[in-house]
């Protein structure tokens, strides 16, 4: 499945159309994509959902530095 955007090789020069990706992590509980962007100007966590590819975000949830990696933690009952 795409996820909204085209990953390309080329220096993408748009804000709008391109993800300067480090980690992307898949939460099967609730079938979410999570992208840690790093890009320059609007870096953060971005989600999508699995089953459609939508982005569930409205702009990147802004992690005060550009995110490398996403870990979920797992929750004890």
Not at 1 to 18: I, M
Not at 36 to 61: M, N, Q, S, W, Y
């Amino acid at each position: 499945q795409k996820v909204g955007k085209t990953v390309v090789s080329a220096p993408c020069t748009s804000t709008t159309d391109c993800y300067t990706f480090s980690d992307i992590a898949y939460n099967k509980v609730l079938g979410e994509f999570y992208i840690a962007d790093g890009l320059a100007t609007a870096p953060g966590v971005r989600i999508f959902d699995g089953a459609t590819g939508t982005e569930k975000t409205t702009k990147p949830i802004d992690m005060k530095l550009p995110p490398a990696s996403i870990f979920f933690y797992p929750v004890q009952p």
